[in-house]
């Protein structure tokens, strides 16, 4: 009987999937599709559950690394590769959407974009996404690399590369690998100095987005530039 009532369980989120699409599941029925089975005495929706709650977050889950799962029982070799794996797919998946399909009309787009790229990445990454004069994305590009508590950035570096692709407008971003995503005040100067340098060429810095684990900070939402 039990193992009967497992396997019903199990198969509700592929079957809410079928019928409703992807965007119906909650994290625990996603999470759960993924790992497939759960582990002695639980089964794969309550240890999806138990998870989420252990970690806190399905970001902090999925950019987790090896060791924080030594203490987590039903978690070996086959289940981290796969956690590790969903990750990377969905970091590829907003890269590979490409260029054309970021657009400031949908800015929650351009936020969760930049999250996929800098979320995981364990030293500071400085990007800046290139606008046009209707504010289209030329292009995106991490420029500066840094290490996990701190990243030199050149003003003038990003407006030479504004001037090659002719931008007309900018979104800078980067990343605080400590998981906590409000800004220092480095972090403050820096934007300062790059938007003073971005005006005199009539490039307007429209953003600077800082991304922590699961949570970000906008200077523009802040009214900050």
């Given amino acids: 009987m039990d193992g009967s009532l497992k396997q019903v369980k199990v198969e509700m989120p592929r079957e809410k999937l079928l019928?409703?699409?992807?965007?119906?599941?909650s994290d625990v029925e996603l999470l759960a599709?993924?790992?497939?089975?759960?582990?002695?005495h639980m089964n794969v929706l309550s240890f999806a559950q138990s998870l989420l709650q252990q970690f806190g977050s399905l970001s902090r889950l999925l950019s987790a690394d090896y060791s924080q799962f030594k203490d987590v029982k039903g978690i070996g070799n086959a289940k981290y590769t796969q956690l590790n794996a969903i990750a990377e797919l969905a970091r590829r998946y907003y890269y590979s959407r490409g260029v054309e399909e970021l657009t400031l009309k949908e800015p929650d787009s351009v936020r969760e974009f930049i999250q996929s790229q800098l979320t995981t990445a364990e030293r500071e990454i400085f990007m800046v996404i290139f606008l046009d004069n209707q504010h289209r994305v030329i292009k995106h590009s991490p420029m500066f690399f840094g290490t996990l508590s701190h990243v030199e950035v050149h003003p003038r570096e990003i407006v030479r590369e504004a001037m090659k692709c002719n931008a007309a407008a900018l979104i800078l971003?980067?990343?605080h690998p400590s998981g906590r995503a409000e800004p220092s005040k480095a972090d403050r100067v820096i934007t300062e100095r790059i938007v003073k340098a971005c005006l005199f060429m009539e490039i307007r810095v429209l953003d600077?987005?800082?991304?922590?684990?699961?949570?970000?900070?906008?200077?523009?939402e802040r009214g900050w530039i």
């Fill in 19 to 25: 019928k409703f699409g992807a965007s119906s599941l």
């Fill in 173 to 175: 971003a980067h990343n």
């Fill in 33 to 40: 599709l993924f790992l497939r089975t759960g582990r002695r």
């Fill in 208 to 220: 600077h987005l800082v991304i922590g684990r699961g949570e970000y900070v906008s200077f523009a």
